[in-house]
Structures are given as C-alpha cells and as structure tokens.
C-alpha cells in the first residue's frame, strides 16, 4: 500500500537533509583571547556559544566555562555570549586578552513559551485555557507511558491506566469529553504531525507538552480539536557544545495487591454443603473422599495461583542515550532508548526501542531548514489486557487464579476432554492456552522550510510521512472459551490461531504565512497574522487470518511455526476508503499596552468522512485577556502582586471521530482459505451506511484567572468552563436489519466544570529548597438529548447474558450510569411461614426473589421490590452507581538541600463508583461446582445449612440458631446478580512516586570531565489510601465501549515497584 505522494516526500525530506550542513568560517589570526564564563550564582557555564559579532566564527566555552579566540581586530571586535536560558551579553574587546563574563538568567526563558498550535505565545500573554508540564517533570515518573507519567500534574486532564499490564490502555480525558458511543480521545500532535498515540513516544525524548482545552485554543484544529488537543514538543539540538547524557535505570516490582480466599478446609467444607444443597452428593465423595476425613484439609498446603500467576519478581531495564549540540549555524539531537520489561505475570514481556533525529540548519539569515525522523519498535509478548479484539478468554488469567482449588483435585484435569466439566482450567495452563505476540512499528519523517520574504513576514512549509504497523498473533488453545464454543463443523476444541495486520499510512503537508507587525505599529500596539492551509490523507488497511484444527498437543510456538498443520477458516482483507481532510485557517492575536489582549482563530475543514452536502465544517473562537494587575486601582496591591489576567474565550470545534467508508455501504475481501486466496467472496460490512452523516460541534465557554504573587513564589490559575456538543456522532444499534449498528448524528452533552492549579516556592535558597504544586478539576456530564430516544441501555457483557444490561444511557443522566438491583440482605427464617412438603413458602407480603436469583430458601440473596407487586425481576433495577469521580488532581512536593533532591508526587480520584463484578464471580457458585470464592464466603461468615453431623436441616430453629452470627447470603445460587453491594467507593489517594535522589558536587566529578552526575532511588505506587475491596480501584476493564467505564473484571493486577537510575551528562 502507497500513497500518491510518497515519493515525493522523500524526495524533498532527503534534499533538506543534504542542506542541513554548514560550519563555522575560518578568520584571520591576529590576537588570542582567552576567558571564562559563569552564572550569577558563579558555576561555571560549559557550551556558552562566542560569536564575533557580524561575523559566523566563534567558539564554544569548555566543561569548566574556558574559552579560547582569535581575532583580527581587537579595538574593534566585539565578542557576543549566547547561551540558552541566559540574557545575550555582549563585550567590547579593545586591549583586553582576558574576559570574564558572567550571564544572567533570561526573564523570558524557553519555559515561558507555549505551544498553542502552529506557532507559540509568551506564558503571560495567553488568552485561552492551556495546562503545560515540562520534559524534566515527565522524566521524574519511571514509567515506559508518556500518557501514564502525565498522571496527576495537569488540572482537568483525567489519566486513567485501565490495569497494571506493561501494555495497558491509558485513557487521557480533557475536560470530561463530550462523546457518547465515540472516542473521547483528546488529538495528540507530535512537533506539528497528528498521531494516534504518544505511547510510542521515549518520555526521556520530551521538551514540553502543552494541552489545550478550551475552543479559542483547539479552534485551530478544527474538526479534530472538540476533546482537546495535546502538542508534544520533542527536544531539539542547542547551540553550544556537544552534550552526551545518559539515563538508566533499573526497576524490580512485585504484586502490590491480593485477595484472600478460602482456605482448603473452608472450600472442601462448602463443596460438601453444595454437593448436599444440589442432591449430588457424590459430587463431592468421587472427588474429596467421606465427609468424616474433612478435618483431615485443615493440615494441607494450599496453592496460592495469584502468586503462581502474577507473583514472579519483574524487572525493567531502561536506557536512554542522547547526543546533542551545534553551532549558530546548524543544531542535531540523537537519542537511542531501550526498555525492556519483565512484567510481574509469567510469560510476559514487553520491549520498545526508539531511535530520533533531527536537524536544523540556517544557510542564511533568511531560511532554516529542519528535518526529524523517529522510529519505534514495540514488542510484547504473553498475554496481557490491551487485546486489540476481546474474547471472553481474554479474561481468564486472574479469574481462574482466584476460583481454582487451593489443592489438586481429583477428576480436576488439564485435559479438557476428561476433565468432569468443571468449567475450571488450571491458571498456568490457561496463561499459555491465551498466548499472544503483539508488535508495533512506527515511522515518522517531517522535514520544514522557514523563509522570512520580508522582515518579520515568515513562510513555512512542512511535509510528513508517518508510517504505522502492527501485527497480533493470537493462540487458542483447548481450555479457551474460544475454541470450546465454536461450532463443531470448525475443529471445536482444538487449538487455533488468529493472525492479525494492520497498515496505516499518513502523509501531511502544511503551508503557513506569518506576519508581526510590531514594526508597522507604535510601541504599544502588538499584532500578529497567522494564514495557513493544511492537507492531510490516510491510507489504513487489515488483515486477518483465523486458522483452527491444530493438533490438541500444539501450544503457541507451534501453531505459528507449523500453520500448514491446521485448517485454514477465513480471511478478512478490508482496505478502508482513503480518509482526506483539507483545511484552512488563519489566527490574529493583538495586545494593547500588554495589558489588553485579543485573539481570534477561524479553521474551515473539508474532510472526506462526509457526503458534499455536508463536508465543510467552520469553526470560530475568540478570546480577550485583562491584565487587571496594571491597572492604577490595583497600585495597592503592588508590593505582592506580581501579575493578575483575567481571561474569556468563546468558540467551536468539531469531531469526526469515525472510521472512514460510512457514507456507502462498504464490502470486505473474504477467502475461505488461508494460502493462495482462493475461493473468495465479497461480504458487506456490520455497519450500515449513512450518508447523511454531519459534523459533531463542541462550543465552549470558559472563564479563567491567572495570578503571579510575592515576587513569582505563589503562581496558580482558576478556570469555569462550558462545553455543549451536538450533533453527536453515535453508533446506534439497528436489531433485525441484518446489520449491528449506524452511525448517526443524534443527541446534545454537556460538561460543566472547575479547575485550579496553584504553584508555591515555599523556599529558594542556593544551597536549599521547598516547593509544592498541585492541582484539582471538577467536571460534571449531562446527556441533554438522545435525539428521537429518551434513554437506552448498555451491557458490560463480563457474564455473558446472566446479567444482561448493566448501563443506562438517559437524557438528563450522564454515560457511566449503573443500571441493576438494590440489595436487600438474605432471607431470613422469619421471611417464611415455614418448610411444607419440601418447599419453603415465603410469608404474604415478602417479595420473590426466584425469577433473579433462583430457587428461594432461607439464606438466599434477597432483593428489594421496587414496584411492590411482590415479584422482583427485571422491572425491579434501578440506578445504583456513576463511574464518574466528582474532582481528580494531584500533588508534586519538591525538595533539594545540598545535592540532595526528593520528589513526592500523589494524585487522587474522589466520587466515583467502582463495578465490582469480580466480586459478583469471586462469591457465587452460580451453576458451577468447585469454585474457590474469597473469604467473604469462609465458615462461619456466609448463611450454611450445614448440621456438624453432616447432614443439611431445613428445621427453621436450628437456621436460625445457626446463623445467628453470620452476615452473608448462601452463595449457591442460580446466576450471578449485579446489585449494589458490588458497587463501591472508588475514591482514592495514591502516592504515585517518591524519589531521593544525589547530584555529585562538580568540582568533584568535574576532574573526570562529568557535567552531572545523579544517582536516585525511587518507589512507584508507593501506597495507596481507599476503601475499595478490590486490587486497585483505577481500573476499567470493559474495552469494546465507551458507555461501560468502570468495571473490575479479571483486571491485570498492580505492581509496586522500586527503581534504581542514574543521569549523567558529559
């Protein structure tokens, strides 16, 4: 698969890359100069750039800050210092041989300077909402995810790692997200190149990520701008001397959390009670023996499989090298990173692998040329969560690590065909009957060209390649859902393997005029014009291959080396429809007095997801600032108010999130054999198509305050915002059509919030420091319309069809709604007028709970009867819990004292519900036999009708008696039920890292030509305060939609881990 334009791209991409060559010019020799060069605290300062002034020859300063010149004309030279982050200085040579200079640190640094799409803008001067975090903050977390170490630093920001796996989804949420069925996905752009993820990204390759959340600021992007917008700005070569850093570090991590279970005794004792409950009582006798050898349990050894499983000590390995440096003329940064990661579940691993480049020259004063490339490599290994199409066996490693027995058990085979249908596998043989080999390759070329045509008029082209793919190759083995229920006519019951690929190509060409006319204008007038245009196309084809009837003996290796062994089932070839977008756009920003700002954005988007009749979307915003702090009647506040701005913006943005080819019905390429293509067939797709489809609008209100006190030691914002989406794009399902669903433009969300950041230098002397920041975001989801619809329901589907709809969709509600029964206890004896003819007969006026929960008798799950009509059944659910937290934020402490340097970083989630379906599985037998359960469920906690003679009793006294101390139901019962006793409290606080770490004085690393040298230590998910009975309460497991965020099935469990790292620079 090629795009049109490929070769062209590489065309011009190598072209910049043979320009991006020049030195320094060699100059006559008529003095030597000689000198040093420090900071205003007197360090000295290695890879200061010497320029003689109008003139491109210079030197650089060494490690100690020494430099050395030559000059033709020493009365009249006049030597300039450029060092990035410091003033420029320049010095009149005349008779001096020897210069010492010392360079104060710029106001304006590179940290006041924020990407906001396509250009950058002085912190002070924004007018929109835009949250920032720096490379050195990222780098801080030891973490392989840019997206995880983002955890906890940017307010309104929501960074939710779905479990523990190496590979997990981590969901970035900006303000909520206005979607109900589509991604909610912020767009991430990388050095001005959309991508679909920064996962791929080394954290130790960032300079800065800035986020833009309100429409003045995302309005820029247009159609892909409604769930905010995430620039990622990589480092970049810097004048100055060739600086070589190296970050390593090692990690070792273990299971953070367990759940208990019962013990051998309590579970051979309640398989005995179940056998009896269910009349099958050699259920019990054939597999653990008589009921008077039972004490004998109670001196065996359990198995624990959650340690078996996940209990192995991980370990990751991470480095990084970057080499970087330049002269005025041309500037390179190299960086090579490789992590390689043991993860804590046996048969594991996951690898990455990326490698950058990039250039930048100026062969005159008038162009700068510059040129990127970035390659990763990602390979995982073993069977993690992030499965790209989720299978119910994709569930099953923790799950049968917490419900098989604590001891073998007799008939209980790895053998599925001799087994007794327990329905049990052994967790170790399911690890490798489930296994998977992923692997993610990604290429990125941008190549640019800046040519100022008049002074302060600039034109820049860029061109970019990304290239994207990925293959995943899954094995089935014998003991998989999978493969025992598929039909027998397709080899039921023996191995299988589905092979995966993926192939997406995107090609991006921007045009951009730029216009500061600071020279047209009397001083106090600042205006700038931003025109550009912009054409980007997709290409993304797949293909999978599901091959089944290996062998029963094949495992994973096997079944790929060896596929000709197998029968060949289908082969699904779709290649979507080219996806284009052509854009137009333009900025004006304008300051009066530095104290009255204006900006304006409008972007026209004409995207190929759309029929003619409604391809161009248009999207507005405008935004004004007052710097209220320089006003006269605030001269009262001057001696501690640094700076105050008040800000309001207004404007649109839009979402067309959905896959290409809804406009026509669409067909896919089947065969109905694997090799040669043969016997081929044209299938229509399950989506029926929509051509009346239209863009999704976002208009946002936000109202924001920005404040610098006490001399710059207490900054901090505070923010309100408004975002209303319409028109909102939702797959909506089309039961008998013969399709599953259609895309529609139907229904209206809004999301209100709050946010506030503050920042606070408590201390900042030389030799010793203290500072806080910390953040907190309040967001609020209504679903004000459905269009034709007033609610609709959605299924989590963890249990198959034995809970059923678990969601409720409805206008006035919000997405994340928990749909099931309110839990009212057990039946108690007193519940029933008695035990007649072996059944029990409930009381008149005590609801029936028979139609959820099966057969009634005392000790059974009782449900409450919302409608009073005597019958609990489906009618009977009501609204029992909302995943959505009501704030999340965090906290960064920071302290250094004499080389020293702790970092403590918390972050939190405070008001939303956790679905707790693992407890549902973990405490019910439901029509399965020997289950473990946790130890909710132990002897003398759960209901039992168990007599010490071994016999059942249904005399009500002796329940009773019995009971009398116990608190939970039986868990014999027909089906699992979702109740609220499954919903939790998802509230946590989490010390996410902390961090010691040593910087080695200079003088002393210095003899060995070291620039920095700092060893650390640190912890990750150090500790973590919440009330959730589960592994962790940040979890949201059910992948295939977004109308079913948090529930707890089957997650891969947390590490905890401790990390060993260096940094050096030389």
Not at 275 to 290: C, E, K, V
Not at 326 to 337: E, L, N, V
Not at 459 to 482: A, C, I, P, Q, V
Not at 935 to 964: K, V, Y
Request: zero cysteines; glycine letters at 8%; proline letters at 3%.
């Amino acid at each position: 698969m090629k795009l049109n334009h490929l070769n062209k791209a590489f065309r011009l991409t190598s072209l910049l890359f043979v320009l991006l060559f020049s030195g320094y010019s060699l100059w006559g020799q008529s003095a030597t100069i000689r000198g040093n060069v420090k900071d205003s605290r007197g360090d000295d300062l290695p890879g200061v750039n010497v320029i003689i002034k109008g003139t491109t020859s210079g030197t650089t300063t060494d490690f100690d800050g020494n430099f050395q010149i030559q000059v033709q004309d020493a009365a009249q030279t006049v030597l300039v210092f450029r060092f990035i982050g410091f003033e420029e200085k320049e010095v009149l040579v005349g008779s001096q041989r020897n210069i010492n200079v010392v360079l104060e640190e710029s106001l304006t640094t590179l940290s006041e300077f924020v990407v906001i799409g396509y250009g950058s803008v002085q912190r002070r001067d924004i007018t929109g909402s835009v949250a920032s975090v720096s490379g050195e903050d990222i780098a801080a977390k030891p973490v392989s995810s840019v997206a995880e170490a983002l955890t906890g630093k940017l307010a309104g920001v929501q960074v939710l790692t779905t479990e523990g796996s190496p590979d997990a989804e981590v969901r970035i949420r900006v303000r909520g997200g206005g979607s109900i069925t589509g991604d909610n996905s912020p767009l991430f752009i990388v050095d001005g190149f959309p991508v679909e993820s920064i996962n791929d990204i080394s954290p130790a390759d960032i300079e800065s990520i800035d986020v833009l959340k309100d429409a003045s600021s995302t309005a820029i992007y247009g159609s892909r701008g409604a769930n905010g917008v995430i620039i990622v700005t990589t480092k970049r070569g810097l004048e100055g001397r060739m600086v070589v850093r190296l970050d390593s570090y090692a990690s070792f991590k273990q299971l953070a959390n367990k759940l208990d279970v019962l013990s051998p005794y309590d579970y051979v004792k309640f398989q005995y009670e179940r056998s009896l409950l269910a009349n099958q009582p050699a259920r019990y006798t054939d597999i653990f023996g008589n009921f008077q050898d039972m004490d004998l349990y109670q001196q065996v050894t359990p198995n624990d499989w959650q340690d078996l499983v996940f209990g192995r000590t991980g370990h990751t390995f991470n480095n990084n090298l970057s080499i970087a440096g330049g002269s005025d003329k041309t500037t390179y940064a190299f960086s090579y990173s490789n992590i390689n990661d043991r993860a804590i579940m046996q048969m594991s691993s996951f690898k990455r692998d990326n490698v950058s480049l990039s250039l930048s020259n100026k062969p005159n004063d008038k162009i700068t040329l510059d040129f990127s490339i970035r390659y990763a490599n990602t390979k995982i290994e073993g069977g993690g969560a992030n499965e790209q199409q989720e299978f119910s066996s994709a569930d099953s490693r923790l799950k049968f690590a917490m419900i098989y027995p604590v001891f073998p058990v007799t008939g209980l085979t790895d053998d599925v065909e001799t087994d007794q249908d327990f329905n049990l596998h052994n967790p170790l043989v399911s690890l490798a009957d489930n296994d998977r080999f992923q692997q993610r390759q990604v290429y990125n070329l941008n190549g640019s060209l800046t040519w100022e045509l008049l002074k302060n008029l600039r034109f820049k082209t860029e061109l970019g390649l990304e290239d994207h793919r990925y293959s995943n190759d899954r094995f089935y083995g014998r003991t998989t859902y999978y493969v025992k229920n598929r039909p027998a006519s397709e080899d039921q019951g023996l191995p299988a393997v589905i092979f995966t690929k993926t192939a997406r190509e995107t090609f991006r060409n921007t045009n951009t005029l730029a216009y500061d006319l600071k020279e047209l204008l009397p001083s106090n007038h600042k205006l700038n014009i931003l025109l550009g245009q912009e054409y980007i196309v997709r290409q993304q084809e797949s293909l999978e291959n599901i091959v089944h009837g290996f062998p029963a003996s094949f495992n994973f290796q096997d079944a790929t080396r060896l596929s000709a062994q197998a029968n060949a089932n289908s082969v699904d070839n779709y290649l979507f429809p080219d996806d284009n977008l052509l854009s137009f756009f333009g900025r004006v920003n304008y300051d009066f007095l530095s104290r009255y700002l204006f900006s304006a954005t409008f972007r026209a988007d004409g995207s190929s997801r759309f029929s003619e009749g409604n391809r161009w979307g248009y999207f507005p915003s405008a935004a004004v600032a007052w710097r209220i702090s320089d006003e006269s009647f605030m001269e009262f506040a001057k001696p501690w108010l640094d700076d105050m701005k008040i800000r309001l913006s207004y404007g649109t943005a839009g979402n067309n999130n959905i896959p290409s080819g809804q406009l026509l019905q669409t067909l896919e390429v089947r065969n109905t054999t694997w090799v040669n293509a043969f016997n081929s067939f044209w299938a229509a797709t399950k989506t029926m198509a929509n051509p009346d489809l239209k863009w999704e609008t976002t208009v946002t209100r936000n109202l924001g305050l920005d404040y610098t006190t006490l001399n710059g030691r207490l900054t901090g914002s505070f923010e309100a915002y408004i975002n209303n989406t319409e028109d909102l794009l939702i797959r909506f399902p089309i039961p008998g059509s013969g399709y599953d669903d259609q895309f529609r433009n139907m229904g209206e969300t809004e999301n209100r919030g709050f946010e506030a950041m503050v920042n606070w230098m408590a201390i900042d002397k030389p030799n010793f420091g203290f500072s806080i920041s910390g953040n907190i975001g309040f967001n609020k989801n209504t679903i004000k319309s459905l269009g034709l619809m007033e609610d609709f329901f959605a299924e989590s589907g963890w249990a198959s069809s034995e809970i059923g709809s678990d969601y409720w969709i409805a206008t006035g509600g919000s997405v994340g709604k928990m749909y099931g029964y309110i839990n009212a206890g057990r039946y108690e004896v007193s519940d029933f007028l008695g035990y007649i003819n072996g059944v029990w007969v409930l009381n008149e006026g005590v609801a029936n709970s028979q139609p959820v929960v099966g057969n009634i008798r005392p000790g059974s799950l009782k449900l409450v009867d919302q409608n009073s009509d005597g019958i609990v059944n489906i009618d009977d659910r009501v609204l029992i819990g909302d995943a959505n937290p009501k704030h999340t934020g965090g906290i960064t402490l920071n302290a250094r004292a004499y080389g020293f340097d702790l970092l403590a970083a918390f972050n939190w989630s405070y008001g939303n519900d956790i679905y707790n379906a693992n407890k549902i599985e973990y405490t019910s037998t439901s029509k399965y036999h020997s289950r473990n359960m946790i130890d909710l469920m132990r002897d003398g906690e759960r209901w039992t009708n168990l007599l010490p003679d071994g016999t059942i009793s249904n005399d009500p006294e002796q329940l009773a008696s019995m009971n009398a101390t116990t608190t939970m139901w039986s868990p014999h019962m027909a089906r699992f039920v979702f109740t609220d006793w499954a919903v939790e409290d998802g509230s946590f606080l989490r010390l996410n890292t902390l961090t010691l770490g040593y910087t080695l004085p200079r003088d002393l690393v210095s003899r060995a030509k070291i620039q920095s040298l700092r060893f650390y230590v640190s912890g990750y998910n150090v500790f973590l305060w919440t009330n959730y009975s589960g592994f962790d309460p940040e979890v949201s497991t059910r992948r295939r939609t977004p109308l079913t965020p948090g529930v707890d099935y089957s997650a891969y469990p947390r590490s905890r881990s401790i990390v060993f790292g260096m940094n050096l620079s030389f």
